[in-house]
């Protein structure tokens, strides 16, 4: 079982319209989850961070962590072609100082 | 704010090889970690540096090492050059509390490919 596991997509959606996102994680004791966005040839951006269970909004973003089912989640309201990237979400590891932990990321297009 | 910089962009080694590969560090920030990125995978954690000292390592051979220099900045070195090795290098900058908050802030990578 991968520590951290994403769909590889790709996910296509139609412009305008919700993308969610979806990231399971093994280590029970983990305490904080990260979204990064990779466009193509690029490297990754922080978009979104979360600690606590429940939902954080920022912008069109929306961040949802599920503790007791070892899940987060990305929405992003409003899609736009620019939103087309591979999502990529990690967990904390700070067990030997500070480390993330990735998911293989989901390959989102935004179609026109 | 001067971002993160990595160099060289691309570079091309056969079977082994060694390489190193260089990082600047974002100002004001102290701690450098080293991911290695295969084609359609995720960034691996191979290490972190804090304050010159090797804080944490991932699950790579000793023939992946490293250092920080007293500017913060680092250098990433890999000997005995294998195939597998070629991917995307990324160095990420942090404040000691960002690597705490996975707030990593990455150079644009080194591709490395290995003949």
């Known amino acids: 079982q991968k520590e951290v596991e994403q769909n590889s997509g790709p996910l296509s959606v139609p412009e305008g319209a919700i993308a969610s996102l979806n990231c399971t994680y093994s280590?029970?004791?983990?305490?904080?989850f990260f979204w990064y966005r990779q466009y193509s040839g690029k490297s990754p951006e922080l978009i979104m961070s979360?600690?606590?269970?429940g939902d954080k909004e920022d912008g069109r973003f929306t961040a949802q962590l599920n503790k007791a089912s070892q899940y987060v989640s990305l929405l992003i309201r409003d899609s736009q072609p620019s939103d087309s990237a591979t999502y990529l979400c990690?967990?904390?590891?700070?067990?030997?100082?500070?480390?993330?932990?990735f998911g293989q990321g989901t390959e989102l297009s935004v179609k026109p | 704010e001067t971002g993160v910089t990595q160099s060289p962009t691309h570079l091309i080694k056969t079977r082994g090889q060694q390489v190193t590969l260089r990082c600047s560090s974002q100002s004001g920030h102290n701690t450098v970690s080293w991911y290695q990125q295969a084609l359609g995978q995720g960034p691996q954690f191979i290490f972190q540096y804090y304050r010159e000292e090797e804080n944490g390592r991932g699950n790579f051979p000793p023939r992946f090492s490293g250092l920080q220099f007293p500017n913060y900045s680092s250098e990433l070195n890999v000997n005995a050059l294998e195939l597998d090795d070629s991917a995307l290098y990324l160095c990420?900058?942090?404040?000691?509390?960002?690597?705490?908050?996975?707030?990593?802030?990455f150079g644009e990578g080194s591709r490395l490919t290995v003949l």
């Open positions: 990420a900058s942090s404040l000691a509390q960002g690597a705490n908050t996975g707030e990593l802030f």
């Open positions: 280590d029970r004791g983990s305490q904080s």
């Open positions: 990690a967990r904390g590891d700070y067990n030997q100082g500070g480390k993330l932990i």
């Open positions: 979360i600690y606590s269970n």
